[in-house]
Nanobody
Framework: QVQLVESGGDLVQPGGSLRLSCAAS????????WGWYRQAPGKERELVAS???????NYADSVKGRFTVNRDNAKNLVFLQMNSLKPEDTALYYC?????????????WGQGTRVTVSS
């Protein structure tokens, strides 16, 4: 099992910044992709950004140039730095992990942290 706990969500004005954190624990050996997803009211959950164990990143078009995903391997933390926030970034943000252990792939989710962008 992999446990993921997000933090850092808040109410912020348009144009502001936030940094989300995801603390991972448990059987994280074998996790090869870490990701951030979000779900806005009435919408489906969508991928925001991901980072592989090799450091390769991927971003949704809507956040490219504004958001940055990175990891602190020593502390088992995954971050999402969000700049130039827009009202449409308002959502519940989830940390996600894809673990491949001996050919068995499992997916894990955190409980989410809420980001509200509003003036």
């Amino acid at each position: 099992q992999v446990q993921l706990v997000e933090s850092g969500g808040d109410l912020v004005q348009p144009g502001g910044s936030l940094r989300l954190s995801c603390a991972a624990s448990g059987s994280i050996f074998g996790v090869n992709v870490w990701g951030w997803y979000r779900q806005a009211p009435g919408k489906e959950r969508e991928l925001v950004a991901s980072i592989t164990s090799g450091g390769i990143t991927n971003y949704a078009d809507s956040v490219k140039g504004r958001f940055t995903v990175n990891r602190d391997n020593a502390k088992n933390l995954v971050f999402l730095q969000m700049n130039s926030l827009k009202p449409e970034d308002t959502a519940l943000y989830y940390c996600h992990a894809k673990r491949n252990s001996y050919g068995v792939v499992r997916y894990y989710w955190g409980q989410g942290t809420r980001v509200t962008v509003s003036s």
